[in-house]
């Protein structure tokens, strides 16, 4: 016979609805924590055209960047992420990031401008996302699609995220990323 100590538990961990185990799994507790972030932007590239954006990251937080999801039509594109680089200017306008927690005042440390001027710049991660030209297909694709994977941004620095029309045709893209950060130590 269990316990009334453990039996206490076990009810506390069945989903009263689903009798199931009740499980909250990290980006989920972030989100309720007031953690997480969410933004997203829309663009049109002409035909090898290039947009970039640069992360600026907070002195005391790391980003967990769990997804960014590409989505293209008219043709294809990628997306690249690159650490270290040498950002000379970036004053461009800065993307809103939102908490998906609309209960938590807490608010990113986190700054994603476009139109930075840099040079260099180690490339961390790329993905395509393929379509065609003929408006019958949606090309999507995403960096860190596994519920385990992510990038962990370093505090205080900046990245490149860059996005390339690769097949010479315009192409409208779409991107949503979204992110966690932490503060530092608990990496």
Same mark, same amino acid.
């Given at each position: 016979?269990?316990?009334?100590?453990?039996?206490?538990?076990?009810?506390?961990?069945?989903?009263?609805?689903?009798?199931?185990?009740?499980?909250?799994?990290?980006?989920?507790?972030?989100?309720?924590?007031?953690?997480?972030?969410?933004?997203?932007?829309?663009?049109?590239?002409?035909?090898?055209?290039?947009?970039?954006?640069?992360?600026?990251?907070?002195?005391?937080?790391?980003?967990?960047?769990?997804?960014? &999801?590409?989505?293209?039509?008219?043709?294809?594109?990628?997306?690249?992420?690159?650490?270290?680089?040498?950002?000379?200017?970036?004053?461009?306008?800065?993307?809103?990031?939102?908490?998906?927690?609309?209960?938590?005042?807490?608010?990113?440390?986190?700054?994603?401008?476009?139109?930075?001027?840099? &040079?260099?710049?180690?490339?961390?991660?790329?993905?395509?996302?393929?379509?065609?030209?003929?408006?019958?297909?949606?090309?999507?694709?995403?960096?860190?699609?596994?519920?385990?994977?992510?990038?962990?941004?370093?505090?205080?620095?900046?990245?490149?995220?860059?996005?390339?029309?690769?097949?010479?045709?315009?192409?409208?893209?779409?991107?949503?990323?979204?992110?966690?950060?932490?503060?530092?130590?608990?990496?």
């Amino acid at each position: 016979m269990l316990s009334n100590k453990l039996n206490q538990l076990l009810i506390n961990t069945i989903e009263f609805v689903t009798r199931g185990i009740k499980a909250i799994n990290t980006d989920h507790a972030n989100i309720h924590k007031g953690l997480g972030r969410i933004t997203s932007d829309y663009l049109e590239l002409s035909g090898n055209g290039t947009q970039e954006y640069c992360i600026e990251t907070g002195e005391n937080s790391y980003i967990h960047f769990k997804n960014l &999801t590409l989505m293209v039509l008219g043709s294809s594109a990628s997306v690249e992420i690159l650490e270290n680089p040498t950002v000379t200017s970036n004053t461009g306008n800065e993307l809103f990031v939102s908490n998906p927690n609309s209960v938590s005042s807490s608010v990113s440390s986190a700054i994603i401008r476009k139109n930075p001027t840099y &040079t260099g710049g180690t490339l961390i991660d790329r993905v395509y996302s393929l379509a065609d030209a003929t408006n019958q297909s949606v090309g999507i694709s995403s960096i860190a699609t596994d519920s385990n994977e992510e990038l962990v941004l370093k505090t205080d620095s900046q990245y490149i995220i860059k996005f390339e029309e690769v097949k010479g045709e315009p192409v409208e893209v779409f991107w949503r990323a979204f992110f966690y950060e932490e503060e530092e130590g608990l990496a």
